[in-house]
């Protein structure tokens, strides 16, 4: 198999990526929302936050049969790497998979990353895989979605209004676009209590938001072609942001919408504020994108608040996924 990574620039290769993606998951995960080429360019072009995955497309006699993705961060954690394999259907159980995970892995190794993860939605099959090549289970993240037309918003106002009785100390201001300049500080501070969320057994530090990595956020969010929507807590007596939750809509498809973050302050708990947060995100964005069909987000596993807010808000479970890991004294080796 020939293996080569490519650019969103390269119209070719991110048509073919996008096929054997949306092949692979019509085959592992069918409730995943497809990709479009669009989506693709916009992720290989400005990634989450302004440092977007390398893909590497794998060809047999000119025939795409397998992807790869590398992902690294100068902001933290330099010593990690996330990668990616995946093998169209048609041609799996012929160690394509295995020359794929080679190849991002050597990329990554050049960038010098000592540790690698990779995710998978859990089956026997990605387990054995991940065993065969030593990495070893590490965090279960689980993909949730609200339809929201199975919300009864008389019910969901009942909730709003519960947790406000616990709240008043709080006002909730909604943000549309980017973030004022002479808040980026004050949003990056907050932002930084997503560290306080679970990572079980994953060998991962915490991350690291300067003010200039919300604006680059924001800035590849829209890029993509999201539309962003934050609500922030903000406690009254002292006028520190105590809380946030953010999602995306899709420009181009815009009955579909995420959820980013959501996360509240430590000194700020107990007072129903993520609940509150995400109620309101529902409420406000019923009035300005009533066209959103669905909303998807995902937790740890153990996550149990956030798990708990979820499940009172009707989110479903579509399928839970494993991150694997392992470390350089494997990769020397297994490989």
Known sequence: M???????????????????????????????HPLTVRQAE???????????????????????VAFGTLSTSEYDNLHLAWVGCK????????????????AVVA??????????????????TSAAFAARHGFEPKSVAVNRRQVLTDIDFGELRARY?????????????????????????????????I????????????EVFPPERIRAYEVAQQARGYRLYRVLARHR????????????VDGERPELAEQHDTSVVGRHRGHRLGLLLKVDMNLWLRDVEPQIVSIDTWNAESNAHMVGVNEQLGYRVMGREIDYQRGVDRLSTDM
């Open 107 to 124: 990329a990554g190794r050049a960038r010098g990353r000592t540790s690698f993860g990779v995710d998978a939605w859990e089956s026997e």
């Open 195 to 206: 560290n306080d969320a679970p990572t079980d057994d994953l060998d991962i530090e915490d």
């Open 87 to 102: 093998v169209h259907p048609a041609h799996r159980r012929r160690g394509l998979g295995s020359q794929m995970l080679e």
């Open 161 to 193: 209004d519960e947790a406000r009785s616990f709240t008043r100390e709080y006002e909730l201001v909604r943000r549309a676009g980017a973030t004022p300049d002479d808040e980026l500080e004050a949003v990056a501070a907050l932002s930084a209590s």
């Open 237 to 248: 007596e002292t006028g520190e942001l105590a809380g946030h939750s953010v999602v995306v």
């Open 2 to 32: 020939d293996i080569v990574p490519f650019g969103p620039d390269d119209a070719a290769a991110l048509a073919a990526y996008v096929d054997l993606r949306n092949a692979v998951q019509e085959a592992d995960s069918p409730w995943v």
């Open 42 to 64: 916009g992720h290989f072009r400005h990634g989450w936050d302004g440092e977007p995955d390398t893909p590497f497309l794998g060809t047999e006699a000119g025939v795409p």
